[in-house]
């Protein structure tokens, strides 16, 4: 019975940072799903006057060439969730891979791997951005495979981290001395045991990844004009920040928006997806 | 012929410490055993040793004979994985010494109670649910609906040691290995748990391995005791005879301590 009771009480507690991180972010993801179908003017259409302020016709008024901000921040949108979705996909995906396979090597191998690691997560994100963009071209796409890349090395090193704890347990070797064979060990209790700090993490590294795209971009380094990255928005803005702030201020709040949201959300993952502080909490 | 033949066990370190040197022992179909020594001395590496599952970094020599019935002589030093994966639990089974840790935090005790139920006994579906009642029923839990799907976490340190009493029993062991089950219970908390083990060795006519550095939880369940320090062998015999007149200084030191707790402990109870 203290069972039911403690586990239906707890998850009301959870749930507030979770909504609280959800409503942000779902703004921000309904805004980049509406920019599909409908834009208030196109991204070229330069008809509003330059620097309006906000009103009836531009709601956010318009930049220094005359472009609807709200437009671009609505695709701005669209590419932060696809930047933070892109990162974390190849990160997530090579990292816990790679990471796994280093926490079952010998330690010849593992040793070699975490020091290869350490080397490439002490490598700045943005050098390692600058590097593969340079080796390509400027565009949404190689900024997002340089930000997954200097993300593949930390969730690598965080999953063999996990791995190795967790083998440690007196657990796996209560079910070794069971004679449960490697495979079921590692679906049955490594994974299970790794993945709510995993998907954790991995949501943090969303946020991560999302200002390091604004940073890209803001340096020149992203998607290319007329596409509206919040990180090229601040730039343009920079310029004529004194005289109208609004250019800035709109892909500012969102961006912090955004990032702040899914911290929260991860926040709310982390209570929710480990039964010991479900009780505690 | 013994169930359990261990000749010449040695475990070294891959720096080559000797952390067991040239251990032997033998334990007999249903018969009780009692490996006794100090913290550091080498138990648990032996017990490991004799499941063939030593960490990583450290080698077994020597020769460990299992000869379980149904499932044949095996050399489990140096043996391939598939040889011994069969014999893990329905050979020999294991109770460790911290009954938090030996639990998957994550995992509902119902569902790591089945684990061993489902691969060697084949059951599945209402079979296996009726199995896990049962199992858990029999290392006598309270409510075995709330126990089974509680986390580990969720029940306290003595219901902690009869789950992990269950799921090692759950195959049927030949030879049941006890690492310390008791040390991390409180008194009485131990003798119910040490109770209920020796009742389930006896119904089931199962071996016991128990290794502990207590000799007052030793003498109890045991026939026959083998004393560790620094990894070897310093005496064995029958219990009852090693209690009265230990022959070794060391031995004789255990049972010195052991006399003076048990003389406090009256003391203070009286
Ligand atoms: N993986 C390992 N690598 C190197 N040395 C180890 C390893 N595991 C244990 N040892 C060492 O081997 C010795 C025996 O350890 P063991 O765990 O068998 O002791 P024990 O008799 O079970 O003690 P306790 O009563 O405290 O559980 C100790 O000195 C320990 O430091
Ligand atoms: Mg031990």
Not at chain 1, 36 to 50: A, I, N, Q
Not at chain 1, 119 to 142: E, H, N, R, Y
Not at chain 2, 37 to 48: P, Q, V, Y
Not at chain 2, 195 to 200: C, K, P, T
């Amino acid at each position: 019975m203290t069972v039911k009771r403690t586990t239906r009480a707890a998850p009301r507690r959870r749930s507030v940072i979770l909504i609280a991180g959800c409503v942000p972010a779902g703004l921000i993801v309904a805004l980049a799903l509406v920019s599909f179908f409908w834009l208030p003017y196109p991204l070229d259409d330069t008809s509003g006057g330059r620097l309006s302020p906000p009103g009836a016709s531009h709601l956010l008024g318009t930049d220094k060439l005359g472009r609807d901000l709200l437009s671009q921040v609505m695709i701005g949108a669209r590419i932060a969730l696809e930047s933070g979705a892109g990162a974390v996909a190849i990160g997530g995906v090579l990292g816990v891979a790679t990471g796994l396979a280093a926490g079952f090597a010998n330690r010849w191998v593992d040793d070699t791997f975490s020091a290869l690691l350490d080397v490439l997560i002490a490598f700045p994100t943005l050098l390692l951005a600058m590097l593969v963009v340079a080796a390509q071209s400027a565009s949404l796409g190689s900024a997002i495979v340089a930000i997954g890349l200097a993300m593949t090395a930390v969730v690598a090193r965080l999953t063999r981290i996990l791995v190795k704890r967790v083998l440690a347990q007196d657990y796996i070797t209560a079910a070794r001395t069971s004679g449960t064979s490697w495979p079921r060990v590692i679906t049955g209790h490594v994974l299970p045991n790794i993945w709510p700090t995993l998907v954790v993490n991995l949501a943090l590294q969303f946020g991560l990844a999302v200002l390091a795209e604004a940073s890209l971009s803001f340096l020149g380094l992203g998607a290319p004009p007329p596409n509206a990255s919040w990180g090229r928005m601040l730039q343009e803005a920079q310029a004529t920040v004194s005289t109208a702030p609004y250019g800035a201020v709109a892909p500012g709040v969102l961006l912090v928006a955004l990032v702040v949201g899914v911290n929260l959300i991860a926040d709310g993952l982390r209570d929710t997806l480990d039964p010991t502080r479900r009780r505690s909490s | 012929m013994s169930l359990l033949d261990v000749t010449g066990l040695s475990v070294v370190t891959d720096s080559g410490r000797a952390l067991v040197s040239d251990l032997s022992f033998t334990v007999e179909q249903g018969g009780r055993l009692g490996l006794i020594g100090e913290s550091g001395s080498g138990k648990s590496l032996t017990a490991l040793a004799v499941m063939g599952l030593l960490p990583p970094g450290l080698t077994a020599s020597g020769s460990v004979v299992l000869d379980a019935p149904g499932l044949g002589r095996t050399e489990m030093v140096g043996a391939a994985e598939s040889r011994l994966r069969p014999l893990r639990g329905r050979g020999a089974g294991v109770v460790f010494q911290e009954p938090l840790t030996a639990l998957d935090p994550l995992m509902r005790v119902g569902r790591q109670i089945a684990e061993p139920l489902r691969r060697h006994r084949g059951l599945r579906g209402a079979e296996l649910r009726r199995a896990v009642a049962a199992a858990i029923d029999r290392v006598q839990l309270p409510e075995p609906d709330r126990i089974a799907r509680a986390f580990p976490h969720e029940i306290s340190g003595g219901q902690r040691q009869r789950v992990a009493l269950a799921m090692a029993l759950a195959a049927e062991p030949a030879l049941l290995i006890a690492d310390e089950p008791t040390t991390a219970l409180d008194v009485t908390v131990q003798a119910e748990v040490l109770g209920l083990l020796g009742e389930l060795i006896a119904e089931k006519d199962m071996a016991l391995l128990f290794v502990s550095h207590d000799l007052a939880v030793v003498s109890g369940v045991t026939d026959e005791l083998v004393v560790l320090k620094d990894g070897r062998a310093v005496e064995s015999g029958r219990t009852a005879d090693l209690l009265h007149a230990p022959r070794q200084p060391y031995t004789r030191s255990l049972v010195e301590s052991a006399r003076t707790f048990e003389n406090a402990l009256e003391r203070i109870t009286r």
